[in-house]
């Protein structure tokens, strides 16, 4: 890492704090306790889980499954003196999961992009999913939030989602020529991002249009979700951006459930897109004309289909054991 760090090299698969980790469990976990262990998952990201994952394998005689849940070609946020070495992080990858027994991605679209890396590998999609929509919150929120129709966003604003942000902005602007519709945030940071979100409202005269709000706890803003007109989804709006067109945040699956519509400014053919017009939730697109036509005409449309089900976590669980009892089958 000081040799890295020498020459301003990142790596997802050598992250200090990661290694740090690793050595510390290998070191002091007592693997006597797993005798009884029939199969290991280890989730990426964190590295260390991985690297765990295929030291306990060895030691306890049963495979493991490397549950891939980023790819390890995706950085954001590193310092600025820093270059990521993708095929660098790629070649370790490959050598970590040489003995994986299956890959567990969590997007189809991952799926196809580990393929091309581990042709022979086992590799199965298992979504994230969503949690029981049964729940009703009190809304307690409701002097903060507007009394009329609004867009709603809760999570990080990475630099990536700053751009579709400011794609979103500018058809907030239309649309209210034409009826009065809100778009309230609930950013929690990086307050850099955050900052200049907040400028691009002021610069271009959103201040009665577009709120930026405190971070709230999860009942708050799942309230917020149910009650809003649209939610909303902020990813790439590049076509070529590979990973980010194959990634699908997981508030996604926990917006499904609802009665309201998503909307995603992300391009058609994403994944995202591609899970939203599959459930009959919404649409992925990055045109404006039909981020504005879809704003001002989903009133009481998108509700959903069965196919929303399928998406539920414990459909998914379901899935990830029949994976599990198929490897075991195969021992």
């Known amino acids: 890492n000081s040799i890295l760090e020498f020459f301003g090299i990142f790596l997802n698969t050598l992250d200090p704090s990661a290694i740090g980790r690793y050595e510390k469990i290998k070191k002091e976990a007592d693997s006597s306790r797993f005798d009884d262990i029939d199969i290991i998952i280890g989730t990426y990201p964190e590295i260390d889980c991985i690297y765990l994952a295929k030291y306990l394998s060895k030691k306890l005689a049963c495979p493991y499954i490397a549950d891939i849940r980023d790819l390890v070609d995706f950085s954001d946020g590193i310092p600025k003196e820093f270059k990521h070495n993708v095929k660098l992080d790629i070649a370790i990858e490959k050598f970590v999961l040489k003995n994986a027994s299956a890959i567990v991605p969590v997007t ?3 799926k196809e992009m580990l393929r091309k890396r581990y042709p022979h590998k086992k590799i199965k999609v298992v979504y994230n999913g969503w949690e029981s929509a049964s729940e009703t919150y009190e809304i307690e929120s409701r002097g903060v939030m507007p009394d009329c129709k609004y867009l709603y966003y809760a999570g990080v604003i990475y630099e990536h989602r700053l751009e579709s942000f400011v794609l979103l902005a500018q058809c907030i602007k239309e649309v209210n020529e034409k009826e009065h519709i809100e ?22 005269g959103l201040d009665g249009i577009v709120k930026v709000l405190e971070p709230e706890k999860g009942e708050t803003v799942r309230s917020e979700q149910m009650t809003a007109y649209i939610n909303v989804v902020l990813s790439t709006i590049h076509f070529d951006d590979e990973e980010l067109m194959a990634t699908i ?9 609802f009665d309201n519509p998503i909307l995603a400014i992300v391009p058609e053919g994403s994944d995202v897109s591609k899970l939203l017009k599959r459930t009959n939730k919404g649409i992925g697109t990055t045109e404006k004309s039909k981020i504005i036509d879809f704003i001002l005409g989903s009133e009481g449309k998108f509700r959903g289909n069965n196919k929303v089900l399928a998406f539920s976590r414990e459909k998914q669980a379901e899935k990830y054991c029949k994976i599990m009892d198929g490897i075991l089958a195969g021992r």
């Open 108 to 110: 189809f679209g991952y």
């Open 183 to 204: 778009f309230v945030i609930r950013s929690t940071g990086p307050l850099e991002n955050e900052k200049k979100m907040k400028a691009i409202i002021k610069k271009n």
């Open 249 to 257: 945040p997981g508030k996604t699956f926990e917006l499904l459930p």
